[in-house]
């Protein structure tokens, strides 16, 4: 079984390979579900650590209905990770009514190739879940991240199983949502293949203005995950 962390910084990337994570999806601000880093940190990382990098593309926080401005803005974030040379994206787009938004989302994906590509987890939003796997897997998605549409991928476990069972190994089902080394072994005896991860731990603020607290991947807790799978 394959970790994947969900790193936010230089830093929690930097621990997640140290601690012997198989790949980092890079993002920030996770406290609104991760966007899009910046173009300084993932140069930062590609440049300086050996671990597989997928990026997320997400302009935003909020729904996952863009406007013609954003989904260009999302396409930009594409090429620029192309050229900087990470493996893989992660991305999805949706419509108003809670399914895959098809002609964007094969765009991406077209604008992607050769990168692997994650259907991240707007797909826990959509309302029909196992006819958009079908769908996602007919645009040549790789992977798509779940958490069984419940609010803890341990929560929608049984969505997960189905979901994996009508994949049949033609998508990678990749579990996310309050994973941890408590509850991992049990989407690896589940039959899943690769779980989603943040393994994070929170530095309590001063209360100086505009501190907030500080979040990072915890090498501890990533290790802790690796030796329960």
Same mark, same amino acid.
Request: charged share 30%; no cysteine; hydrophobic share 40%.
């Given at each position: 079984m394959k970790l994947e962390i969900c790193a936010n910084s230089y830093q929690s990337a930097k621990n997640a390979q140290e601690a012997g994570a198989h790949r980092i999806e890079l993002c920030q601000e996770l406290s609104v579900g991760g966007i899009t880093p910046s173009y300084g940190l993932l140069k930062q990382v590609i440049e300086n650590l050996e671990i597989p990098v997928f990026f997320l593309i997400r302009p935003r926080s909020g729904d996952f209905v863009y406007s013609d401005a954003e989904f260009?803005?999302?396409?930009?974030d594409i090429q620029l990770c192309k050229d900087l040379g990470c493996q893989? $994206?992660?991305s999805g787009v949706l419509n108003a009514d809670k399914t895959i938004d098809l002609k964007r989302t094969i765009e991406l994906v077209e604008l992607s190739k050769p990168l692997a590509f994650t259907f991240h987890r707007a797909f826990d939003a959509v309302a029909n879940p196992k006819e958009a796997l079908e769908q996602l897997i @007919?645009?040549? $998605? @790789?992977r798509v991240l779940t958490s069984g549409q419940e609010t803890s991928a341990e929560l929608g476990i049984d969505l997960i199983k189905e979901l994996n069972k009508i994949s049949n190994g033609r998508v990678t089902i990749l579990v996310g949502g309050g994973v941890s080394a408590k509850n991992a072994a049990k989407f690896k005896a589940a039959g899943l293949d690769e779980i989603h991860a943040s393994a994070s731990t929170t530095i309590k603020a001063d209360d100086t203005l505009f501190s907030l607290p500080l979040t990072y991947s915890d090498p501890q807790k990533i290790k802790a995950i690796l030796d329960a799978i």
């Open positions: 260009k803005t999302m396409k930009n893989g $994206i992660v @007919d645009l040549g $998605i @790789d």
